[in-house]
């Protein structure tokens, strides 16, 4: 079982600037493969952005939906146990409720499919306003 907890959501101005965090619980992070996904206002829950896990803990496999590539960062600290999602250039339509998702995985691969996923956190409120 697995724990997620977001934080580090709030209003920010288009153009800002935040860093989502994701605290997971147990002693088997780094065997997680980890994503973030944001469900806006009367729309689908959608894919943001995936990191694999490492054997070596230094090498990982990235992927983020379209819009967003060159402006958020996932990244991840397997001795805090934590996943981050560093955001610049914040657009109104960034506004949503970020989720962190873990889905234990025994090979190298990053996950973009939400029913892959098999924990998920609370969520992050983000708002961007213009």
């Known amino acids: 079982q697995v724990q997620l907890v977001e934080s580090g959501g709030r209003l920010v101005q288009a153009g800002g600037s935040l860093r989502l965090s994701c605290a997971a619980s147990g002693r088997t992070f780094s065997s997680y493969a980890m994503g973030w996904f944001r469900q806006a206002p009367g729309k689908e829950r959608e894919f943001v952005a995936a990191i694999s896990r490492s054997d070596d803990n230094t090498y990982y496999r990235t992927y983020y939906r379209d819009s967003v590539k060159g402006r958020f960062t996932i990244s991840r600290d397997n001795a805090k146990n934590t996943v981050y999602l560093q955001m610049i250039s914040l657009r109104p339509e960034d506004t949503a409720v970020y989720y962190c998702?873990?889905?234990?995985?025994?090979?190298?691969?990053?996950?973009?499919?939400?029913?892959?996923?098999?924990?998920w956190g609370q969520g992050t409120q983000v708002t961007v306003s213009s």
């Open positions: 998702a873990a889905k234990y995985s025994g090979n190298g691969n990053y996950y973009y499919v939400s029913e892959e996923y098999d924990y």
